[in-house]
């Protein structure tokens, strides 16, 4: 079973969730080989409740993931923290929902929850907690208190953040940090535009139905992390596809998205370790 644990279902957070779009990105999800996928949008993203309410509309929930054309949508979140830094949440969709209206007096930047109070909203309602892209520039997690780093229960292998830093200089930096806090390390396309999908992707031994199974799977090191020889197109044919459909719709790039551009335009296409 292939699964991508980090991605998102809008372009970005000021655009509105397109039943087309989406429809798109579950097509070449499809394409790309993958059985399933957790989506996390980020909790401050506009009409955050009308996202799945639209998705309810669109594909029958069976308790544990939406049943997308025969792939399988798992519900979850991102979830930005004071001290910076993004936290993928993961679960049944009414955990996911009641922990979002539990953070709606965190949505702007000087009110974001602090990373204890996440991880106890987080075990209250039994969410997988993953630390996204834990050395990326802009929003860091290396720098945290190492106590509470222990409580997460995965790693984000971020695909974006190969491509800008180079696969064996990245797993140098994030797969001893993950060892020593006895954490293990997952992949996550963090796809906005579908042509992302397939950058990276989890193989896992055994095919899973609910989230309490996939979490499982991946402590017990049951599955496999697969990079792309592709990823360097996907990532980066993704970042200007991104940046047009944003310009065309009037919208400025984000930080994240400021520095992707300047690190494709001033790199090689040819730049690519994996």
């Avoid at 979850?76 to 953070?103: N, W």
């Avoid at 999908?197 to 609910?210: A, F, H, K, M, P």
């Avoid at 020889?229 to 998205?257: I, N, Y």
């Amino acid at each position: 079973m292939k699964i991508d644990l980090h991605t998102h279902g809008k372009l970005s957070k000021k655009s509105a969730f397109s039943e087309e779009y989406f429809r798109e990105m579950v097509t070449e999800a499809l394409a790309n080989g993958l059985q399933a996928l957790a989506l996390t949008e980020h909790f401050n993203t506009s009409n955050f409740f009308g996202m799945y309410e639209t998705l309810d509309r669109m594909y029958p929930y069976n308790g544990h993931y939406y049943e997308a054309d025969g792939l399988r949508i798992f519900p979850g979140m991102e979830v930005d923290i004071a001290e910076t830094g993004h936290i993928l949440l993961i679960g049944l969709k009414e955990d996911i929902l009641e922990a979002r209206c539990a953070l709606e007096g965190n949505t702007l930047e000087n009110s974001f929850i602090p990373f204890r109070q996440l991880l106890d909203l987080a075990d209250a309602h039994g969410l997988w907690k993953i630390g996204a892209h834990p050395f990326r520039t802009s929003t860091p997690l290396h720098h945290l208190d190492p106590q509470l780093l222990t409580r997460l229960d995965a790693f984000d292998f971020n695909a974006k953040d190969i491509y800008m830093q180079g696969e064996q200089p990245y797993r140098a930096l994030i797969e001893p940090f993950a060892a020593r806090l006895g954490i293990p390390v997952i992949a996550g396309s963090d796809s906005h535009q579908c042509l992302q999908y397939g950058s990276v992707v989890n193989r896992l031994e055994q095919d899973c139905s609910t989230v309490a199974e996939l979490k499982t799977a991946i402590q017990q090191g049951r599955y496999t992390i697969e990079v792309s020889p592709c990823l360097t197109t996907k990532v980066k044919g993704s970042v200007m596809m991104k940046k047009l459909l944003k310009q065309m719709a009037g919208e400025a790039p984000s930080r994240d998205e400021a520095a992707a551009e300047s690190f494709f335009d001033n790199a090689s296409f040819q730049h690519e370790t994996v």
